[in-house]
C-alpha cells in the first residue's frame, strides 16, 4: 500500500469521455491536497479490468465511464470500496452521477447530466472520502 485510498476507473478503449476522465483526476491527483489518492485504470474489455469491475458490484456498464472510491484496508491487506456516508442523501453537484451504496461516480447519459463528471463533482466525492476517514484538511476562513 502506498496510498490510504484507491480510485477505480472503470472505462474502455476508443471511449473519448473515459479518456477525458483519466485526464481530470491526473490533473486532480498532481495537487497537493490529493496526495492520499491513487489511480487504477480498468479496461472492462479485458479481464483485468473486467474482474475488478464486476466485483465493484454497484456500477451500471451502460454508465461508463466510472469510478470507484477504495480505502486501504490493513486486516485485509487490500483496497475495499467505500460505503456512501450519505447513501440516499440528495447531492445537488453529483445527482444522479453518484454512486448509491458505494463512494464514486457513473456517468449520467440523461438530459440533466449530460454525460459529464466534471472536475468538482470529482473531488467532491474525493473530499468525501477524506472527511469519512476523518483525514479532510483543515478549513480556513
Known sequence: MDKPFLIRVFGKAGCDKCKTLN?????????PEWKAFDK????????????PFCEAECINPQRIPA????????????????ANAEMGKPDALCAASKLYHYLGLQTDYSATGKGVLSPKMIASVMLQALENADMAPEKTS
Do not use: F, N
Request: charged letters at 25%; one cysteine or more.
Open 23 to 31: 485526464q481530470r483526476l491526473d490533473k486532480l491527483l498532481a495537487k
Open 40 to 51: 487504477q485504470y480498468c479496461d472492462v474489455l479485458t479481464e483485468e479490468g473486467l474482474v
Open 67 to 82: 469510478m470507484l472510491i477504495c480505502q486501504y484496508d490493513q486486516v485485509g491487506s487490500e483496497y475495499v470500496p467505500m
